[in-house]
Structures are given as structure tokens and as C-alpha cells.
Nanobody, 116 residues
Framework: QVRLVESGGGLVQPGGSLRLSCTAS????????MGWYRQAPGKQRELVAA???????DYADSVKGRFTISRDNAKNTVYLQMNSLKPEDTAVYYC??????????WGQGTQVTVSS
């Protein structure tokens, strides 16, 4: 069993920044990959950024150059640094983790609202 706990969401003005954190906790797990997804009302959940067990990263075209995903393996934590935020970034952001042997888990989601 793995629990993913997210933090860092909130309200920010356009052009501002937020940093999301997601920490995995539990027993007997090994992380294969972690990522961030987002879902706006009435829209499908979409991949924002992902990072593998190494340094490989993947970003949605809409956030490329503005968002940065990183990982602290010692802390079992993944971060999403979001800069130059736009109103269209407004969504619930979900942490996703894929783990060896035990599969995939999701965080509860954290609201990010970009508005002046």
C-alpha cells in the first residue's frame, strides 16, 4: 500500500508561480515513475509532466518551458515547479506514481487556480 500526499496548490495571479509537492509513503515500495496530471471541469485528465526512475522527463506541449518536474529519491518526493502560470492552467492537479510490483496509485488532487 502506497499513499501519495500532495501539497502546494492555491490561487495565483497570471504570470505567477507555484510549486507542487507529492510524497509517497508506505512500506515495501520502489518507484518506477512519477508524474503530474491535471483535470479541468468538463475536460479529460491530461498528462502535465512525468519523470522516470532516472532523469528522463516528459512534458505536455502546453507547459513546456514553463513547468519543471523533479524528484528527490531520498525523500520519495516529486515536485512540479510551475512558472509563468496562465488562466488555462487552472485545474485540479493529481500526483501519479507507478511502482514496481504493486502498480499505480493516485493522489487526492490539489486545486490550482490562476486568476487576476
Amino acid at each position: 500500500q502506497v499513499r501519495l500526499v500532495e501539497s502546494g496548490g492555491g490561487l495565483v495571479q497570471p504570470g505567477g508561480s507555484l510549486r507542487l509537492s507529492c510524497t509517497a509513503s508506505g512500506s515495501d515500495f520502489s518507484i518506477y515513475a512519477m508524474g503530474w496530471y491535471r483535470q479541468a471541469p468538463g475536460k479529460q485528465r491530461e498528462l502535465v509532466a512525468a519523470i522516470g526512475s532516472g532523469a528522463s522527463t516528459d512534458y505536455a506541449d502546453s507547459v513546456k518551458g514553463r513547468f519543471t518536474i523533479s524528484r528527490d529519491n531520498a525523500k520519495n518526493t516529486v515536485y512540479l515547479q510551475m512558472n509563468s502560470l496562465k488562466p488555462e492552467d487552472t485545474a485540479v492537479y493529481y500526483c501519479n506514481g507507478r511502482f514496481f510490483a504493486i502498480g499505480e496509485f493516485w493522489g487526492q488532487g490539489t486545486q490550482v487556480t490562476v486568476s487576476s
